[in-house]
């Protein structure tokens, strides 16, 4: 079965860091572009990043740029976002994804979430 | 940066309806056009993609169409399990970017 777990969410004081985890399993991880996903509570969904399926490329959106790091490790199946500087507005639950290609980013297996809360 | 106009936010139908949501881009951005489906609580679910292709295991009551900056996303029969919100999302390669719209949220008259 092709499952996506994601881990290390929680509550962060405003400039804190946190590093989310997406652990993989049921597909050849390595020979695809992950991706991750927010949605702040009761809102729409926001395109957070991508990283290549070898870690050479990566992309942000303009609300984290600067701020949120993505990587990966193909040797364990699993996708990191890390995440530092946070604020308010970065509280939201955070969906790692995986798309029907390399550069068909179509979006077939989503992870349950992890919360992420940024308050004092 | 390609913006993304789905309308409407909200929509009541019965069962049996034919309902219909829309997309525009703010540019062309070809075939390149996907629609989700997220019930509360859950994570979306794809359901079309690259504009009309359904995704394997999705009802062919859904469908969806379009080019260029205009797309459309229809139920063809409203079943009462559709009730969710529904997210189109676009993407593009070079340069890589990826925006979702700001959904429409289906209810039940």
């Known amino acids: 079965e092709v499952q996506l777990v994601e881990s290390g969410g929680g509550l962060v004081q405003p400039g804190g860091s946190l590093r989310l985890s997406c652990s993989a399993s049921g597909f050849t991880f390595s020979s695809y572009a992950m991706h991750w996903v927010r949605q702040a509570p009761g809102k729409g969904l926001e395109y957070v990043s991508a990283i290549s399926s070898n870690g050479g490329s990566t992309y942000y959106a303009d609300s984290v740029k600067g701020r949120f790091t993505i990587s990966r490790d193909n040797s364990k199946n699993t996708l990191y976002l890390q995440m530092s500087s946070l604020r308010a507005e970065d509280t939201a639950v955070y969906y790692c994804?995986?798309?029907?290609?390399?550069?068909?980013?179509?979006?077939?297996?989503w992870g349950q979430g992890t919360m992420v809360t940024v308050s004092s | 940066d390609i913006q993304m106009t789905q309308s409407p936010s909200s929509l009541s139908a019965s069962v049996g309806d034919r309902v219909t949501i829309t997309c525009q881009a703010s540019q062309d951005i070809s075939n390149y056009l996907n629609w989700y489906q997220q019930k509360p609580g859950k994570a979306p679910k794809l359901l079309i993609y690259?504009?009309?292709n359904l995704e394997t295991g999705v009802p062919s009551r859904f469908s969806g169409s379009g080019s260029g900056t205009d797309f459309t996303f229809t139920i063809s029969s409203l079943q009462p399990e559709d009730i969710a919100t529904y997210y189109c999302q676009q993407y593009d390669n070079l340069p890589r970017a990826i925006t979702f719209g700001q959904g429409t949220r289906l209810e039940i008259k």
């Open positions: 994804v995986k798309p029907l290609g390399e550069w068909q980013d179509a979006f077939d297996i």
């Open positions: 690259d504009a009309s």
